[in-house]
């Protein structure tokens, strides 16, 4: 499964690039104990390289997703960059959640490079087709999850949508799909490295590497 980017987006936003990582046959679990010390050895890190809110707040991936958030009509303010917000909770004090093993292990990879990162159950993603990024359509309707009702767009968003089924599995790079959520039963995943304006190349390719080294250590 490949995803296509609209060539107006292109023009709209240059250097918009997301990097692609199928997984299968996976063994996803609530909780594993050496997944639970490895999040502390990460938080560690994580507390000695930022003192300070303000620290965070400067730190050009986070700008980057920030822009391009305000550019879509999100404001970063109340709903922060995936990174940002892991990065956040974690020099605030609080531990990352434990939410499932496969969650858990992007989630660490996300902190690690700063980059926003999306997953798909691919069995709920329809085989034969292929996933395409384009501006939202006002008034399309969208559940991510953990919303209670679907939300209307107002048609300044960038949605990616299923092409055989002309679902939305996501506002990019803010919110995926309850449909296409990742859970216990889901065998396989595309996780998706979430680019935007001003960020690299090299920084996706980091992200997606950690992705596969985490998710093979925990999730087989």
């Known amino acids: 499964m490949t995803l296509e980017i609209d060539e107006t987006l292109k023009k709209l936003f240059p250097g918009l690039q997301v990097i692609e990582l199928q997984m299968n046959d996976l063994r996803i679990v609530d909780k594993n104990e050496s997944l639970e010390a490895f999040k502390r050895e990460v938080q560690q890190k994580v507390r000695k390289s930022f003192n300070s809110m303000e620290q965070i707040r400067d730190q050009p991936i986070f700008r980057s997703y920030r822009d391009f958030f305000w550019r879509v009509g999100i404001d970063p303010t109340k709903t922060r960059p995936a990174g940002e917000a892991l990065t956040r909770r974690i020099v605030s004090g609080k531990d990352l959640p434990t939410i499932n093993t496969l969650v858990d292990s992007y ?51 960038v949605v990616i949508e299923d092409m055989k089924s002309h679902r939305l599995i996501a506002i990019y790079p803010y919110r995926d799909s ?43």
């Not at 990162?117 to 087709?129: C, K, Q, R, W, Y």
């Not at 309850?178 to 216990?184: P, Q």
């Open 178 to 220: 309850d449909d296409s959520k990742v859970t216990l039963e889901t065998r396989k995943v595309l996780l998706m490295m979430c680019g935007v304006p001003g960020i690299p190349l090299e920084r996706l390719e980091e992200a997606a590497k950690l992705s596969k080294d985490n998710v093979k250590r925990f999730c087989f």
């Open 107 to 157: 989630n660490l990879a996300s902190v690690m490079t700063s980059i926003a990162i999306a997953a798909f159950d691919l069995d709920t993603v329809s085989e034969e087709g292929d996933l395409f990024m384009r501006k939202a359509r006002e008034g399309e309707e969208f559940k991510g999850i953990g919303m209670g009702s679907e939300m209307r767009l107002k048609g300044i968003e």
